[in-house]
Each structure stands twice: as C-alpha cells, then as structure tokens.
C-alpha cells in the first residue's frame, strides 16, 4: 500500500499518518520529522533546512528528493509506505513518479485532509511534538496524560519553532502558492480522495479508511 497524505500544515496529516501505519504495518514517512530529527542531531542537512523551516519556507526540492529516495531504499518500505509532507510541489511530485515509474510502481491514493484555515492557527498553537518518537498532542484535543511528558515514549514533548501564529501564516501561504496544486495533480491521475479533517481524529481515520479499504 503506498499512499500520500495532502493536506495545509495542521491538517492532521502527521495524526493521521501514522495511525494508517500502524493499522497496515508500514513506515510512516514524514519529511518534515526527518528534518526534525536532523536538526536536534546537529547534522548538515539539519543546519541546511533550519534556515528554510525556521522561516516558514520550504527546504529546496534538491535536498527533499535525495533524503525521500534514500529512505526508499530501506527494507521496510517493500510493502509500501504512507508518506507525510512529501511531495510538497509539483517538482517532488514529478520526481516521485519517475522513480516509482522506473520500477512500475505507482502511488494508490493521495488523501487530502481538508480544513479550513481559520482552525489550522489555532490547531497550531496548542499542538506538542516530542522530537523523539514523532507523537503529536493538542492541550486541549488531545491532551497527554501527564502535562508535558510524551504518552508513548516518556520523553519531553515541545512547542515546534515554527508553531509561532506569524510563522503559521506564512507556512499557510507557501501552502497555498506551492503545495495546493498537487490536489489537481493528482485529481487528474484519479487518485485523489478527500476527507473532513474538521472531524474529531477518529472519525477522520475511520473515513480514510473507508477509502484505501473500498476499492
Ligand atoms: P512538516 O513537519 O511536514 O509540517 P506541516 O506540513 O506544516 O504539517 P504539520 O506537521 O505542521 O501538520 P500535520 O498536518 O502533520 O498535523 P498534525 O497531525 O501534527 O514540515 C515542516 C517544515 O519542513 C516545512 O514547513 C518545510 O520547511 C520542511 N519540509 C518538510 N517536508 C518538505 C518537503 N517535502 N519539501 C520541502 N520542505 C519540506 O496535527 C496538528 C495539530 O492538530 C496537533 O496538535 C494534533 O494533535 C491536532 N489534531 C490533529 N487532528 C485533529 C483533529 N481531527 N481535530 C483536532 N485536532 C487535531
Ligand atoms: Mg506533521
């Protein structure tokens, strides 16, 4: 099964990403935790895409395929995987199909998680990551069951720096100007799908699927 999540910043697609994951037994991919993760690790590539991140913008399309082809490579992905940020433009999107055409493969379903931006800001603010183990958490949706502390690994969870509402703003607007149209791109090759992400996190993953189960 391989899948990709769309959806603006906030969405829910990390939420959603990895429920899928588990339910089907395969990685969850998420561009934007890599970076994280390479950040925190203090490597050249997490020095390279800090600048872009911090700023709200997107981290050059260069960079974004050659870490994505790499992790395909893994032995975990033989059964597919659901990525989760990638692609984020029409470039990535090309790229992404040239590989799996190469080996006649194909990408199943794109899922758009659809949600308004009025409730992205908000979602945003109250949101907590824990940089170790990927788990996301709202203080009011879904809070933790001890303030702070990640439910699945213990550790401390954080504030993203690019949580901060004037950053949420511009990663909306990249959205909008670079990401949006990878909904007709993907709406023309027929594997477009869309849900309410403004449903609570379990109808919404109930809804997905729905989907990937139908057909
Ligand atoms: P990335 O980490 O991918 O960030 P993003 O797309 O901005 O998306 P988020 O992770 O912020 O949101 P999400 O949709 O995963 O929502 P979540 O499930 O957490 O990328 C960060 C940066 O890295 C980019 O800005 C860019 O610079 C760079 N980057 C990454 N990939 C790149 C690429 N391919 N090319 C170039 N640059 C790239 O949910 C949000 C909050 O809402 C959480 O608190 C959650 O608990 C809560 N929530 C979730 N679902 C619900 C619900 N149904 N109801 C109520 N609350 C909910
Ligand atoms: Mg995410």
């Known amino acids: 099964m391989k899948i990709i999540m769309l959806g603006a910043p906030?969405?829910?697609?990390?939420t959603q990403a990895k429920k899928l994951a588990a339910k089907y037994n395969i990685p969850h991919i998420s561009t934007g935790d890599i970076f994280r993760a390479n950040i925190k690790e203090g490597t050249e590539l997490g020095k390279k895409a800090k600048v872009y991140m911090d700023q709200g913008l997107l981290v050059p399309d260069e960079l974004v395929v050659d870490l994505i082809m790499d992790r395909f490579k893994q032995p975990d992905c033989v059964n597919g995987y659901v990525l989760d940020g990638f692609p984020r433009t029409i470039p990535q999107a090309k790229a992404l199909d040239e590989a799996l055409t190469?080996?006649?493969?194909?990408?199943?379903?794109?899922?758009?998680?659809?949600?308004?931006?009025e409730e992205i800001v908000n979602r945003m603010s109250g949101r907590r990551a824990c940089v170790a183990c990927g788990a996301t958490y709202h203080l009011v949706t879904i809070p933790t069951k001890v303030e702070g502390i990640c439910d699945v690994c213990g550790k401390e969870l954080i504030l993203r720096d690019d949580d901060k509402p004037e950053t949420v703003l511009k990663r909306l607007k990249v959205y909008h100007e670079q990401t949006q149209p990878l909904i007709d791109y993907y709406r023309e090759k027929g594997i477009l799908r869309s849900v309410?992400?403004?449903n609570?996190?379990?109808t919404t993953f109930n809804n997905i699927v729905k989907i990937v189960e139908a057909e």
């Open 196 to 198: 309410d992400g403004t």
């Open 10 to 14: 906030g969405a829910g697609k990390g």
């Open 102 to 117: 190469k080996n006649n493969d194909a990408i199943e379903y794109a899922i758009d998680v659809d949600v308004p931006d």
């Open 200 to 202: 609570d996190p379990t």
